[in-house]
């Protein structure tokens, strides 16, 4: 089954996505999603340029050989950029192997191992009270877990907060960075607060998760995690930046509280030690960001043998492809954990025409063969692909902040 052509088409349907399309001589199409949110022409180049042409004439079965060869064949290791490209070849191809064999992916990966996969829903406000109606909207979907986020009293942008207030989730400016404000001692004070607003007002029946994007060093980290365990959150997400993954040892000693970390990793590599040392409760990694389904079965496996829980990163900014990619792969995993699932907006479902489903707080890949994605490359040519720059952070007194 040679694989006879492969083109990458930016579009933005609501917003930016990259989009791999891989055709085979008996005209099986697959698609894979290659989308880094504000670097995206990076990736579209690495597979335009570097990868497409390797992979015109290779027989598209062989998905375990493509990987090794793209992987181990670059010299260069790992990165967003490189295990992006390699992600959206592997899902493409995995794609066309479930339409070859008229299976759903989640088949050919072992079959189910559960009958819905538990995703959480974003709430946020500019006010408590905002997040509570917020919050409110949500249950009357039915989600069953609930991340929450509200705008830090004291600070004028913060990360995460929705729509109301004229606020934006997540700024994403065309010519250069917005800039959000931060102050630690201000949230630290406030996040417990929040925590226990919705805990008082909607009881314990719905898992609460938190974001903490980054923003901590590990000991305020390890202080938040005790101030949030009375009100007993499913986790807490990205306390630190992780790529000190030893700190986790020390917000460990503090707090029991669950940590979840993963969603800027990309590859088993940068979470080894976090899984092994068991300094984590769930991991992150996208399909799309960490090599694929080949790659993110590995990183699933590690956990497992560590008692580590899956949790993938399902933004908005990762495409319906990856969506879909990973409810297959959720479905399938002996210890999945929970789903991220924020939605996408905007005339997306013009160009992605998606067959998974939301019920009652689960979600399920569906029974079409492959992913259960169609991607209409005319539809998306008519929104074409429009610049944006994610935020920087800034302290108060001007300082640059993990964002
Ligand atoms: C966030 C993301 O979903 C999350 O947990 O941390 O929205 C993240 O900010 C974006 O994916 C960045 O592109
Ligand atoms: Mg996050």
Redesign the pocket.
Known sequence: MKITDARVVVSSPGRNYVTLVIETEDGVTGVGDATLNGRELSVASYLRDHLCPLLIGRDARRIEDTWQYLYKGAYWRRGPVTMTAIAAVDVALWDIKGKAAGMPVYQLLGGAARDGVMVYGHASGSSLDDLSQDFQRHLDLGYKAIRVQAAVPGLDKTYGIAGAGGRVYEPANANRPQEDSWETSLYLDFAPEMLRHIRDEFGYGTHVLH?V?HRLSPIEAGRLGAALEPYRPFWM??PTPAEDQSAFRLIRQHTTTPVAVG?VFNSVWDCQQLITERLIDYIRTSVSHTGGITHLRRVFSLADLYGVRSGS?GAGDLSPVAMAAALHVDLSIPNFGIQEYMGHTGPFEEVFRTGYTFSDGYMHPGEAPGLGVEFDEEAASRHPYDPRYLPVNRRLDGTVHDW
């Open positions: 974001d994007h997400e990205d969603e990163h």
